[in-house]
């Protein structure tokens, strides 16, 4: 680990920067995937859940992109169009999943649970609340009150397409999150995350960086068909995820935010050794 030469009594975390779909709301992170699904599908080019979740993280239009170059899916547009998926196309697929992802993002709006509690005990350490999403602002205006009605409210607030830098698998936003809160240095933010691009980030940035197995895209079950499972099915459920996340490089991986504070106690400890990110 790197050393750093901030004195050890004042070494800890100061800022906290949550992801949103999978991490701090909707179980299994389906409003983005599902209307991925619904407007390949509207053109004529089916695409799985599965397949929807692979580019998870990035902005959405990249996200888009991105499935046009699986070559299964490439294959299936070529036989329906005749043509390989190009820009037009991309930006015309983005113009139909915008509205209909604004639409039903609130369907999805449902906090994890644990979420409140979690951002509870962190606020009683003195920690900032802020985040980051691979959605872009119109999605994040529609999201963020319905969340605040739940009693989440961020301290701060950075949506895919605010920055000209980019997004994710950038360290921008989380960068951006940092400078607004006046957090004291990259080694005092921890980013929390359920998706590869989203551990990329933060380790772009210098954050520690914490995946979330259970809750997010890679296990992609709902609350209520989560908790059916019995404890061995759900460990079992989670290995992949773990594994995806670690080879990601996330600092820590668990299952969900519930699991966070008992996290941030062991990277304060860490921090007070002179260990950094």
Not at 66 to 79: H, K, T, V
Not at 109 to 122: F, K, N, R, Y
Request: hydrophobic residues 45%; contains cysteine; charged residues 20%.
């Amino acid at each position: 680990m790197k050393q750093h030469d901030e004195a050890p009594s004042r070494a800890r975390v100061d800022t906290v920067i949550f992801d949103w779909a999978g991490t701090v709301v909707d179980f299994g992170s389906f409003a983005p995937t599902q209307v991925m699904v619904d407007v390949f599908t509207e053109q004529g080019v089916p695409i799985s859940l599965a397949e929807a979740r692979g580019p998870m993280g990035v902005a959405k239009r990249d996200h888009i992109q991105a499935l046009g170059r699986n070559p299964a899916i490439a294959a299936r547009w070529q036989d329906r169009h005749g043509r390989p998926m190009g820009t037009d196309d991309v930006d015309a697929l983005y113009a139909t999943f915008m509205p209909l992802q604004v639409e039903r993002v609130g369907r999805y709006s449902e906090l994890i649970p644990g979420a409140l509690d979690t951002v509870a005990v962190l606020r009683e350490r003195g920690i900032r609340i802020g985040s980051c999403s691979g959605y872009p602002r119109v999605v994040m205006d529609a999201l963020a009150p319905l969340a605040a009605q739940r009693g989440y409210r961020p301290d701060c607030v950075v949506a895919a397409d605010d920055l000209k830098a980019g997004g994710r698998p950038g360290p921008w936003m989380a960068l951006a999150n940092m400078i607004e809160l006046g957090s004291r240095s990259v080694a005092s933010c921890v980013k929390v995350d359920d998706t590869v691009p989203g551990i990329a980030e933060g380790l772009a940035a210098g954050m520690w960086t914490v995946g979330l197995s259970a809750s997010g895209n890679e296990v992609g079950l709902d609350w209520d068909a989560w908790s059916s499972l019995s404890p061995q099915a759900q460990a079992a459920a989670c290995e992949p995820a773990q594994a995806i996340l670690s080879r990601a490089g996330a600092h820590y991986v668990v299952r969900t935010i519930a699991d966070l504070p008992a996290v941030i106690r062991d990277i304060d400890t860490r921090l007070a050794r002179g260990e950094r990110p």
